[in-house]
């Protein structure tokens, strides 16, 4: 049984910034690709970031470029978002996702498991 647990989201003003924090457990977690992905009301589950199983591939979608970084510890079985310059329209529940086979993918069909996601609230 794979379990994610995601910390590190809260309230913040415009820009402003956040790290989000993805924990691993039940399997080995440098087998795994991982992505984050929000959640806002009303609206469908969107990609933000994925990371390959070794770090060395990341993608992003258009709108957090050069805003939010992906990233990973193996040794620590977590995977980061680092979110910076932040906007009202971040606002969202986001979660973390892992992939068996890898590879990052920006489709959440994809994915094998996921957290509960947490809340980021961006005011303005």
């Known amino acids: 049984q794979v379990q994610l647990v995601e910390s590190g989201g809260g309230l913040v003003q415009a820009g402003g910034s956040l790290r989000l924090s993805c924990a691993v457990s039940g399997r080995t977690f440098s087998i795994y690709a991982m992505g984050w992905f929000r959640q806002a009301p009303g609206k469908e589950r969107d990609f933000v970031a994925a990371i390959s199983r070794s770090g060395g591939s990341t993608l992003y979608t258009d709108s957090v470029k050069g805003r939010f970084t992906i990233s990973r510890d193996n040794a620590k079985n977590t995977v980061y978002l680092q979110m910076n310059s932040l906007v009202p329209e971040d606002t969202a529940v986001y979660y973390c996702?892992?992939?068996?086979?890898?590879?990052?993918?920006?489709?959440?069909?994809?994915?094998?498991?996921w957290g509960q996601g947490t809340q980021v609230t961006v005011s303005s």
């Open positions: 996702a892992a992939e068996r086979t890898g590879a990052p993918y920006t489709n959440p069909a994809a994915y094998d498991y």
